[in-house]
């Protein structure tokens, strides 16, 4: 079987290796995520969050007051493009190549991502849908809740290598497996 | 974490996120000041020792400029402020 070069993951090679199932701690790496860096121009950034929060099959994760990662796993980036082209006042680019998405849950989640982040994520403070930038396993990246017990982290491609194996060194003694996901 | 830092936008946060980027309190003289005026802004500097206003940039969160506000010898921080605030005649 023959992978064509363009669907080649930067973290394929790590993925070799026996782990029959995944166990209920678990580190998905998005295969295919459609991801945007998108910045509001001076005096539109409540505009433009408000128009991001109504296109369809998108989450914007949050990164400052006017600058947002778009994110889909169920739309093509050609269409997403077509939608935040006609919000005013936003100026946009694709990121899908640059950037990597991974998901980790299970009820350890918290613990394991105690050693990686310096920010509190008590669901009082961080709750779920909630999203921030910050330093992840010592690399800018960007963390979100998506539910009670799931994360999602966004990093440069660049650095995903070193992040993942991070990850996994932090959730050895909590038995996390990985695979792709969709 | 040795030194936490509240940034406006992404909240309490440690001072690894961030790169201290030099003394806020110069201000920059008109294009045509004098020689003497540059001079100053580039490179004179005051070391004093209690409060001081610094920019801080946060490398590793919303990537904003700061002016942190704070005590070099307690470490006491008493205002951090986004740049483009204060430049607006802001807070602080
Ligand atoms: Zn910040």
Redesign the interface.
């Known amino acids: 079987m023959s992978i064509s070069f363009i669907h080649r993951h930067i973290l394929e090679d790590r993925m070799s290796g026996y782990e029959p199932s995944p166990n209920v701690n678990h580190l998905t790496v998005i295969r295919r995520p459609v991801i945007f860096s998108a910045i509001a121009h001076a005096g539109h950034e409540v505009s433009v969050a408000e128009a991001l929060s109504l296109v369809e099959n998108i989450v914007a994760r949050s ?3 006017s ?1 947002w990662l778009v994110v889909s796993q169920s739309t093509d980036a050609g269409t997403i493009a077509t939608s935040l082209a006609a919000i005013p006042g936003l100026s946009f680019a694709e990121q899908s190549d640059g950037q990597v998405l991974m998901a980790l849950s299970g009820p350890d989640v918290r613990t394991i991502l105690a050693k990686c982040v ?3 994520l008590h669901a009082d ?1 961080f709750a779920e849908g909630f999203s ?4 992840i396993c ?1 690399v ?1 990246g960007n963390l979100a809740r998506t539910g009670a017990d799931t994360f999602e982290i966004i990093v440069p491609r660049s650095y995903a290598g070193y992040v993942f194996d991070e990850l996994r060194e932090a959730g050895r003694e909590h038995a996390v497996t990985r695979g792709f996901g969709e | 974490m040795a030194s936490l830092i509240t940034c406006p936008h992404c909240g309490r946060r440690p001072r690894e996120e961030f790169s201290i980027r030099g003394d806020a309190v110069p201000e920059r003289p008109a294009p045509a000041a004098s020689e003497e005026a540059w001079h100053a802004y580039v490179y004179l500097r005051e070391n004093p020792r209690g409060k001081i206003r610094e920019y801080w940039h946060h490398v590793a969160g919303c990537r904003r400029w700061l002016v942190v506000e704070r005590d070099n010898l307690t470490h006491e921080v008493f205002a951090v402020t986004d740049a483009r605030d204060m430049a607006n005649g802001g807070a602080a």
Do not use: G, I, L, N
């Open positions: 990164v400052s007051p600058d310096a920010v509190d403070v921030a930038p910050m330093m010592r800018a």
